[in-house]
Every structure is written in C-alpha cells, then in structure tokens.
C-alpha cells in the first residue's frame, strides 16, 4: 500500500509539474502572440516616420531647381511656392539658403531673423552636418538640431552646385519635429509605446524622442532608413512586460489540478489498465505484421521477408517465383452483396491460397483485392505457370459465404528471380506489372513478366524529357478560346490554353502531356511558361485595342510553392499587366485540401485584383461550404454537363440548380461546351454570366483570335 501512495506522490508530482509547463507554455505563447503584434506595430509606425521624413525631403528636392533658376534677392517665385508647401499637412517650419553657406534668404523670416548672415562654417554644431551633405552629395536629414535662433528641430539640407560641378551653396529645410511625431501619432498608441533613437559612426545611441525606459523592457526593434543617419526604433508595451502574471491563468490551473485529482483518484484501476494495455500492445504489434482480416502477413512485412529470401537465394544460388494474384469483381461483390460477404469471401480465398502452399512458400495480402505468393525453389517457368493454375482452379470452386454461392476468379502475374529483377521492390513491381498484363487480356489469366511491360512507363518518362526540350526549343504555344458574356453577346475575356506541336509525333493532346507533367512537376514550369506567354500576348491584344481579361489555369501542385503569388504577381508587374486583367482557374482538389498555406496564397492574389475561379466545377468533391469561405469570384460549370442541354430535363435542371446556388453566394457563372444554338439560349434564360464553347469559336492562334474578336464584337454591337 505504502508502495503505492509513494508512486502516486511522484505521479501527481509530475502531472503538476507538466500543469505548469503547460500553462508557462501558454504565457510564452501569448507573449510570442503580442510580440508579433508589435512587430506588426513597430513596422507600421517605422514605415510612417519614413513616408513623413520623405514626404518633407521631397519637397526639398523640389525645391533646388527653383534656387537656382531665380536667384535673386527677394525671389518671390520661390516664397510662393514654399507658401503652398507650408499650408499643406507637412511639418516645415521654413526654408534657409546659404550660398558660399552663408546663410542670405530665409523663408519665412519672422522669428527667424537672426539666422541671416549666418556663415555655417562657425557653428560649430551644425558644420559637421553640413560638410557631410556636402561631401555625399546629396540630401542629408539631421536631428533635433539646436537651432541658431532657438529650439530645436529636424534639418534637411542638400548641397547645390553650378554647371561647372562647383558647390554654388546649401539648402537647409528645416521640420518641425514634435509636430512631426504627433502627425503620425507616435505617443498616442492604446496599447504600445515608442522610443526612437540616433545610431552613432561609433555605435552609441542617442535620444531623438519617447521614452527611454522602453529600452530596459526587451523591446522589439527595428531601425528606420533616413538619408544620412540610421535610426533605430523600439517598442514595447504600455503594461511593461511581455508576459502575463501567473495568476491570470487561475482557470488553466484549476483545470490543471482538478485532472490531477482525478488521475490520483483512478489510480486504483492502473493495475488492470497495464494489462489491458500489455494486450493492446501485443495487438498493435501483431497488426503492423499482419492483416488482421485473413490473418495472412502484410505488404510491409512481406517486403522484408521477401529481402530475407533473396540474401538466402543470393548466397545459395536458388531461384524462385513471386506471384501476384488479383481477384476480379471483389467490388461488385462488395457493393451487391454487402461488405461482410466481401470480407469472408478474402477469408476463404486466403484459407484456399494456403492450403495449396508448401511449408517454405510465403504467402501476403498486399491490397484490397491483391494477394502475393512467393515459390520457393522453382528452377522451370512452367512450374511456377502450373502452379498459378492451380490457384485459379481452387479459387474457381464454389464459395458459400453466408448462404451466397460465388465462383470467383482472378488474374495473376508471375516475376521469376533472378531472371528478372534481384532486389524486392523491383521483383514485387515486376510481378504486379505481369498482373496487370494478365487482368487487361482477361479473367483466369496467367502472364509472366515480360520487359515490354514497362514499355508504357518508360514511354512516360520519354514525353517527359521531350516536354522539357519543348520548352528550351518554344515548341509550345499557348491558344485562346472566347468566352462570350450572355447579355451583352460581347467577348469579354478568354481563356489561354497550351498546346504542343511535337518535332516527330505532331499535335499532342494536353490529356496526354498534362498527367505527366503534374506526376513529374513538369507543370510548375509549363505554368510558368504559359504565363509570361499570357502577359506578352495581353501587351499585344491591348497595343490592337482588345482590352480583355485572360483566364489561365494553375495546378495545385504549383500552389506548394509559399512564394507563388509574389512571384507571379511580379511576373506581372513586370509586363505591365493589370492584375485584373488575369483570372486564375484552379480545380476543386486545391479547396478540398485545407493547407493554410494555399489559402494565403489565393488571398494574395484576391486581394491583389486577381480573379479566381473554380475550374470544372461539380465534378471533383464539391462543397459548397468552400464556396463561401474562399475568395473566389466564378465558377466554371463543366463540358459534361452541357450534354444533350436542354433536351434533357435532368441534365439541364441540374446545371439549373447549380447557377442558382452560384447566384445565391453571389459567383459568376461561365458555362463550358457551349455547342448549339438551343444551349445558348438556355444559359440566357437561366442568367448565366458568361459561355464558352465551339459554337463560338474553337482555341485559335494570337493573331486569328484578335482579328476574330474584333469582327466578332463589331458585329454585335452593330
């Protein structure tokens, strides 16, 4: 008994200890949280001190060519057009030319009269300032300053020189710098506060304006970019520290502590837990080897087996077969007899296999429907084929599952080490490459692997390799299709789609090069070729007067990629293309799968102007749940079921019902395989956006599709 309270006490000991770091987890994390929060505001206020310090020297430098253009005395050019700089929202207090750097116009000058005549070589505080803009060139921002006639303030100053390259003088603007924190509202943050500091050449910082305490609150800093200096901005929170008080958290320690108490109350029934549990690992153990319907060992297990059986081979010089065997219409069983019947018919099929095995045969399940024998010592092929036989005959006997009689068949596959592949998963991959071969000719077929059969394959990797050349040789070239907007009959956008005119087999279908490229990610740089094509060709639509948006479509494999939207949208930036000019189609299996990461994506581009539609809507795993949380803008209602509309009632009260839905959460709709008269009239009725399909016009070429869209919108506008 005693035992048992001492390993209680250290049990409870161990959970209170995990209740507190759970709950300092939960303090780190919030303090993690309000950090990134003031990153957020520290950044926000740095970029506001920048835009106002610019926003002040622009005016400087608008002003240098006008004190060299009139240079007189009273220079009431130049006094008018400081007096729309003072009454505007900037922080200038005035402006003071120094030609030679002797101070001789000061604009205004009331209250500043003392600095006339000033020469800036014998003040001694501000020359050091002024030789540095001098020998930058080029504006330099300085501050506070003690001023010459009192206060202190922000100086802008920018050398001027004459044609010949010689220094004419110095213009010194000079900012009001309270007004200039205030306008931003640096003290006036609910919940943050600010200190801004001068880094020195020798690294020392010296105060410009907040507190200075923030800096002994391990604030966040970062620094602002001046002309001249290097400023450095910190922040941190009103409440003085990052972390909150243990004490807030009483209820996690309430929750903490009660689930101790309550472990420590069931601690009696730990006894029998540990057996239930010493079962359960035994169980676990037995399932990661084993398929626990039919008892047979599993793929895994049968591959290290299998290793096992070709080292032994390897070092005695044995051969042997790997047979796979596939049960056909185990589906259709499944769906018309019920999943238990399916179930005892892969029993028996397991207890029939083993009964016809020798005691150093080895037999798995490796699938669904799949089940793999290995034969050992087989030195003929045809006693490897005659043994297969016989496993599609005993199969072929009557099975009574459930007082179901079901004759069952199948198709196998036999691999033959080491005439065909010495390692395990490329023997295992031969055999299943022979079932295949066997269940494409037929039920109760036998097929030895043969090389040709990784003809399709390699077949794969050859289109691969020549996409690739493709694109180094421009044997793509993108097409666009028109889609017509339903009310006013005009083409209002397109959409662009790659094709491939191959050097030796001619046009290749994008059925056929487009799978690849998604398994091979060949698509990321197809899609990347298709849109820097796009953006060439809008340049070209706009310069003919067709101003007109460009769908393209985008694989979710390319949405992997967290830097996607920044690069595409520079991808347009780049050719001057309006990202509302751009509408990006993507498929339903990139909502379905929930990846924060893709969500950011498309609301990167939403939020950039771009159009985002959901491509072949209604055919992959819709949900109309997705609909209202994504930013997406249309809806592309598949080719499939424009079929036979609207002659067929179903089919038309189902594209019916889907522009409804998309009406109601306020989607546009384009409808795809358009290709009668009857249909287009239908869409009309039923208010649908756009069309798009070969009643208007098939993919064509750039030059045919412009002129084909200037007759065409000149024709229904007549």
């Not at 036998?446 to 794969?460: G, I, M, W």
């Not at 793509?476 to 030796?504: D, M, N």
């Amino acid at each position: 008994m005693l035992r048992d309270f001492i390993i209680l006490f250290f049990i409870a000991a161990a959970l209170i200890s995990v209740v507190y770091a759970i709950v300092n987890y939960e303090r780190l994390q919030e303090s993690e949280t309000a950090k990134r929060r003031a990153l957020d505001q520290v950044a926000s206020m740095r970029a506001s001190i920048e835009q106002s310090v610019q926003a002040n020297i622009l005016v400087l430098k608008a002003l240098k060519p006008e004190i060299l253009w009139q240079d007189t005395p009273d220079r009431e050019r130049l006094k008018r057009v400081i007096d729309e700089f003072l009454n505007s929202d900037l922080s200038i207090l005035h402006l003071a030319v120094a030609p030679d750097l002797k101070v001789s116009f000061v604009y205004p000058l009331a209250g500043n009269e003392p600095l006339i005549g000033v020469d800036y070589t014998s003040v001694e505080a501000q020359y050091p300032d002024i030789q540095q803009a001098i020998d930058r060139r080029e504006i330099v921002f300085n501050g506070p300053v003690d001023l010459v006639q009192g206060g202190t303030a922000f100086i802008a100053r920018v050398p001027i020189y004459n044609r010949n390259d010689s220094l004419w003088g110095i213009a010194s603007l000079v900012i009001d710098d309270q007004q200039l924190f205030e306008r931003i509202e640096f003290f006036q943050h609910p919940e943050y506060r600010f200190v801004l500091h001068r880094e020195t050449n020798s690294g020392q910082l010296q105060h410009i304006v907040g507190p200075t305490d923030v800096l002994q609150q391990q604030p966040m800093i970062t620094h602002v970019l001046v002309p001249g200096e290097r400023w450095q901005l910190a922040i941190a929170p009103r409440s003085g520290q990052w972390l909150a008080q243990q004490k807030s958290y009483w209820p996690h320690w309430l929750i903490g502590l009660t689930a101790v108490a309550l472990f420590s109350a069931a601690f009696a029934s730990l006894i029998i837990t540990q057996r239930r549990l010493r079962a359960a690992v035994d169980t676990i153990s037995y399932q990661a080897r084993f398929d626990p319907l039919t008892n047979l060992i599993n793929r895994n297990y049968f591959q290290q087996r299998l290793e096992q059986r070709i080292a032994s081979a390897r070092e005695h010089s044995q051969r042997f077969a790997l047979v796979m065997l596939d049960l056909d219409h185990l589906r259709d069983i499944n769906d018309a007899l019920g999943q238990d019947v399916g179930d005892g018919l892969l029993q028996h099929v397991a207890l029939q296999l083993q009964s016809s095995l020798r005691s150093n045969d080895l037999i798995a399940r490796v699938g669904g429907d799949e089940f793999i024998v290995l034969l050992a010592d087989i030195d003929n092929p045809a006693i490897a084929e005659q043994r297969a036989k016989v496993f599609i005959s005993d199969l072929l006997d009557t099975a009574d599952i459930e007082q179901n009689h079901i004759n069952i068949t199948t198709s196998v596959g036999i691999a033959l080490y080491p005439t065909d592949a010495s390692s395990a998963q490329q023997l295992t991959k031969c055999a299943e490459l022979a079932m295949y071969a066997a269940k494409s000719t037929g039920s109760l077929s036998v097929s030895f692997y043969d090389p040709a059969l990784r003809q399709n394959t390699e077949q794969h990797i050859a289109l691969h390799h020549d996409m690739i050349n493709a694109l180094e040789s421009s044997a793509f070239h993108v097409e666009y299709q028109p889609v017509i907007e339903s009310t006013s009959g005009l083409i209002k956008h397109c959409e662009a789609l790659i094709r491939w005119q191959h050097p030796e087999h001619g046009a290749i279908s994008p059925a056929q090069f487009i799978p690849i490229a998604e398994k091979t990610g060949a698509i990321v740089w197809l899609g990347e070729y298709v849109l820097k094509q796009v953006v060439q060709d809008w340049q070209l639509m706009r310069d003919q007067g067709l101003d007109i948006t460009i769908a393209i479509n985008r694989s979710p494999r390319e949405f992997n990629d967290k830097d996607v939207a920044s690069r595409w949208l520079a991808t347009l930036a780049e050719g001057n293309m309006p990202p509302d000019r751009l509408m990006i189609e993507i498929t339903e299996s990139l909502l379905m799968r929930d990846q924060e990461q893709q969500q950011e994506s498309l609301k990167h581009l939403r939020s950039a102007g771009i159009h985002l539609a959901i491509d072949d809507f209604g055919t992959g795993y819709s949900s109309l749940n997705y609909l209202r949380f994504y930013p997406i803008d249309s809806i592309k209602i598949d080719r499939s079921f424009m079929q036979d509309i609207p002659a067929n009632q179903k089919q038309a009260a189902l594209v019916e019902a889907l522009i409804r839905v998309a009406h109601t959460l306020d989607l546009n709709v384009i409808a795809e395989g358009v290709e009668t008269r009857a249909q287009v009239e239908f869409l009309r009725s039923q208010h649908c956006h756009s069309q798009q399909g070969f009643y208007y016009s098939r993919s064509l070429q750039l030059d045919t599709f412009i002129d084909y869209c200037k007759h065409f919108n000149q024709r229904v506008s007549r």
